[in-house]
């Protein structure tokens, strides 16, 4: 298993431009997360998924859009960058229904920087 | 809602000294406990978790943490750091297993 992948690893935009960021999990979780990072802050929920066709807003969800038409894909969409957009990525993936583990498990993050 | 306040930012210590992490959370139900482990320019991987029974959890390398629900803690130990326990700790609760809550990070830089 490839576990939970994210792309691209780095990218920067100017301000207003949008761009996806991708998720993918091949370990058919139910329940699908994206957290943004930020110094002195620890980690925020953005938006999170419960199911394919089900999303829900987070802690910090302005700005972003997501969607889940697959169990596997999970993408977020920024719609018109801003410089406090700047952060890293993190998506995450939990197994949801059956025997729950309460684990999440993290791709290895998006390094954004907006100018 | 659940907060949780991680009481240390920095943590210097010495290579074979103890160190502990600590950690304080906010709730008004029960959560599940964790602290996760991010070392540099990598993604988290989980180090060890509180779901029920036992208070004291351990990590297959060393660590230890203790849930202590009257002082809503849980805080993170080791006896004797090695150089490669360097990396920034989260703390994290959660009530479900999708809407983690995180602390700020505590940074241990292990020193030889």
């Known amino acids: 298993n490839a576990g939970v992948t994210q792309t691209p690893k780095f990218q920067v935009l100017k301000t207003g431009q949008s761009m996806t960021l991708q998720c993918a999990q091949d370990m058919n979780h139910e329940y699908m997360s994206w957290y943004r990072q930020d110094p002195g802050m620890g980690l925020r929920l953005i938006h999170y998924s419960v199911g394919a066709g089900i999303t829900d807003q987070g802690e910090v969800p302005n700005g972003y859009n997501v969607s889940r038409s697959t169990t596997e894909d999970f993408p977020l969409r920024l719609l018109s960058a801003a410089p406090s957009q700047t952060s890293v990525y993190f998506c995450?993936?939990?197994?949801?229904?059956?025997?729950?583990?309460?684990?999440?498990?993290f791709g290895p993050g998006t390094r954004l920087t907006v100018t | 809602a659940q907060s949780v306040t991680q009481l240390d930012s920095q943590v210097p210590v010495f290579e074979e000294a103890p160190v502990e992490l600590r950690c304080n959370y906010s709730s008004s139900v029960s959560v599940y406990l964790f602290w996760y482990v991010q070392y540099p320019n990598q993604g988290l991987q989980l180090l060890l978790k509180y779901l029920s029974g036992s208070t004291l959890v351990e990590s297959i390398n060393g660590f230890e943490a203790e849930f202590n629900k009257s002082q809503t803690s849980f805080h993170l130990r080791k006896p004797s750091v090695h150089i490669s326990d360097t990396a920034e700790y989260f703390c994290a609760v959660t009530k479900n297993d999708y809407k983690l809550s995180f602390g700020a990070g505590t940074t241990v830089t292990v020193r030889a």
């Open positions: 995450a993936s939990s197994r949801g229904t059956g025997r729950r583990t309460y684990e999440q498990y």
